[in-house]
């Protein structure tokens, strides 16, 4: 029941764009977006309702498309402080807030 | 701003011994969150309680137990620790059980058992 995510790794220099995306097997009610920064705990992003809507967060944006159960995340003009694994979680039609995380995906960004 | 404490950050421990990962919130939030991730890896969910005298277990299953007896405490125990519990330890609260509810983490207890 973990989403997939992709890539597994990306190195931009400052100021690329960059899409995370993350796929789910199962009908989702939610997606989550979190980053983890090393040894540091997880801090949330966005939280992706169904229906399809895309959410901003700074120059950080994200899409939820139900029907695909797929949600990509959108890093643009991105900045050293953007390093970090980004997990997308999802919540299932329980609507519980159980979240089943992805593999997640370690972004770096270089000068 | 979130509030959310575990200790110990770091615990070194030999096998069989008895340990309580402590985690606290001063939010007020019903219901919290352990979490089990290894370096590099995905969360797990593995406890989760809705409320004082609420656990339930999560998707991953773990030998250890939890208690809630007040709101803001969240104690996760291992009765006799093993060398495969080694990882990293996550709590975490969201203000409701609902979906639309973000989860705020604490800092983590890195566990090692030799």
């Known amino acids: 029941q973990q989403p997939v995510q992709s890539p597994q790794a990306v190195i931009l220099r400052e100021g690329e764009d960059a899409v995370i995306n993350c796929s789910s097997s199962?009908?989702?009610?939610?997606v989550h977006w979190y980053r983890q920064k090393h040894g540091e705990a997880p801090v949330f992003l966005m939280i992706?309702?169904?229906?399809?809507e895309q959410k901003g967060h700074d120059k950080i944006s994200a899409s939820f498309n139900e029907k695909k159960q797929q949600s990509s995340l959108y890093l643009t003009a991105s900045q050293l402080s953007y390093s970090g694994t980004y997990f997308c979680g999802t919540d299932l039609l329980t609507g519980a807030n159980n979240l089943f995380f992805g593999t997640g995906t370690r972004l770096t960004v270089i000068p | 701003e979130a509030d959310i404490y575990q200790t110990p950050r770091y615990l070194v421990i030999g096998t069989g011994k008895k340990i309580t990962l402590e985690c606290s919130q001063t939010m007020g939030h019903d219901k919290m969150y352990w979490y089990q991730q290894d370096p590099g890896m995905e969360l797990h969910l593995i406890h989760y309680s809705y409320g004082v005298n609420s656990t339930e277990k999560g998707d991953l299953s773990s030998e250890s137990t939890v208690s809630r007896i007040r709101t803001e405490h969240f104690p996760l125990t291992l009765e006799s620790a093993r060398p495969s519990h080694t990882s990293q330890y996550l709590c975490a609260s969201s203000e409701t059980s609902g979906t639309f509810s973000q989860q705020y983490f604490g800092p983590g207890t890195r566990l090692t058992v030799t």
């Open positions: 199962k009908a989702l009610y939610s």
């Open positions: 992706l309702l169904k229906g399809g």
